[in-house]
């Protein structure tokens, strides 16, 4: 059988960033399983509600560019040193207000001493992670994930040894040791793939940044919403738990079952994003594949969810107890009603990349996003009050839901789902002319 150009472009791209996901995915479980077992689940929670107060920051510094950027390479090749300059310029400038904002909001609103020094540690991570995943995205967009591989090889593995060798003979269950240690090989992986870009991939070009700026923040507004949404529905939970149960063990369990389902929510995640620039100049050629993937995806994305949902609901507890240790039991049982989530905001990943690449739809998919975060952070407190972790896991299935639900509109108006026209011609020709 002879792949296709554009399928083979994404099998190849999506094979490294996979086998780049799953690298980073198995040593950050081993990562998780050593943390936890060594911390303990009250600091291993406030460990991940630094992380997640981040990453729930860093959303505000895309911009929508990684999507610009893939789009506009696809289409327009000649034009990427340019593209490359702009994008990073302005996610540059983006990551030091966002992460002046996030020590900021750290010693505003954490009146924990210890959590709150950890936000701050991590506020300056922010802006070396968030430069290095304009790395990813200028790798994915010039369709050479390759390059990301090797690097992921060096720095991952990297931060495991160097933390397990600090907790064991320097400072013990120290958080904010583990931080400082993050937050410099965040900015070391940057540097480096800022050399790999610059030498390897693309020239990256600065001159006419502020013709292009307007233009380019206006086109990233829709990508910047979906990148905020399906960040603050994996990591706003987590920090909304904490100002509402506190420090402790419960947080330490419930952080955990978040975590491992948005480790499971990495090959949807990847196989959107590399499948960007391909259907970009499917819609370019108006060949009705992207129609084709739109149905596929919400036939398959349910039923895979049914299975996974009714595996991981028999098998979390039991795998979390025997992984993480008998402590951690009531994190499996969390995990066990988490990973139906994964049916919903995987539905949503998918459906959102068919209306980026069709650029059509997206002023009511934004609003349904919106709605989405919103629905969610109205009912999280109410509910987790009255249920506990299970309203926690109803608010954010309600809030995906709602999104969903507005993407699947979207579809339809913008003609994506809907039945196409009959040709004039081909019904002449078949004498079904009124």
């Not at 690097?151 to 991952?156: A, E, G, K």
């Not at 420090?247 to 419930?254: A, K, P, R």
């Not at 690449?357 to 709605?371: E, F, M, N, T």
Request: aromatic share 8%.
């Amino acid at each position: 059988m002879t792949l296709s150009p554009g399928l083979r472009s994404i099998l190849q791209n999506f094979g490294f960033l996979l086998g780049s996901q799953i690298l980073t995915t198995a040593i950050g479980g081993a990562y998780a399983v050593l943390l936890a077992r060594l911390l303990g689940p009250e600091l291993y929670g406030t460990l991940t509600y630094g992380y997640s107060w981040y990453l729930t920051f860093i959303t505000l510094t895309y911009l929508g560019l990684d999507m610009v950027l893939a789009r506009e390479v696809g289409r327009q090749p000649a034009a990427g040193p340019s593209l490359a300059g702009s994008t990073l310029a302005l996610r540059a400038a983006a990551a030091t207000l966002v992460a002046i904002l996030s020590a900021v909001a750290a010693c505003l609103f954490e009146p924990d001493p210890t959590a709150r020094f950890l936000l701050l540690i991590l506020s300056v991570a922010l802006l070396g992670r968030a430069l290095w995943l304009w790395c990813g995205s200028a790798f994915v967009a010039f369709e050479v994930t390759r390059r990301q591989l090797p690097i992921d090889l060096v720095f991952r593995p990297l931060e495991l040894l160097v933390v397990m060798l600090a907790l064991w003979f320097l400072t013990p269950r120290n958080i904010l040791a583990i931080a400082v240690v993050h937050t410099v090989l965040w900015w070391a992986q940057a540097a480096m793939g800022f050399v790999i870009v610059a030498r390897k991939v693309t020239r990256i070009d600065f001159s006419g940044i502020s013709a292009k700026t307007l233009r380019l923040i206006g086109a990233g507004i829709p990508g910047a919403l979906y990148t905020m949404t399906v960040i603050w529905f994996l990591q706003a939970p987590i920090v909304l738990f904490r100002q509402i149960a506190g420090t402790g063990d419960m947080l330490g369990h419930f952080a955990l079952a978040m975590q491992m389902m948005g480790y499971l929510l990495t090959v949807p995640y990847l196989v959107g994003s590399v499948a960007m620039p391909v259907l970009s100049r499917s819609v370019a050629r108006d060949d009705g594949k992207t129609r084709h993937a739109a149905k596929a995806m919400l036939v398959a994305i349910p039923a895979t969810g049914l299975g996974l949902g009714l595996l991981g609901t028999w098998l979390a507890p039991p795998l979390i107890a025997v992984a993480f240790g008998a402590d951690y039991l009531p994190a499996g049982q969390m995990l066990g009603e988490a990973i139906w989530l994964l049916t919903p905001i995987s539905l949503a990943v998918g459906l959102q990349q068919i209306l980026f690449s069709r650029r059509a739809g997206l002023g009511i998919a934004s609003a349904s996003a919106v709605l989405g975060v919103v629905a969610m952070a109205l009912l999280y407190e109410p509910l987790t009050q009255t249920l506990s972790y299970h309203g926690a896991l109803l608010a954010i299935a309600i809030g995906m839901v709602v999104w969903v639900g507005g993407l699947v509109v979207a579809l339809f108006l913008s003609g994506i789902l809907a039945k196409p026209a009959a040709d004039p011609l081909l019904r002449a020709a078949e004498g079904r002319v009124p």
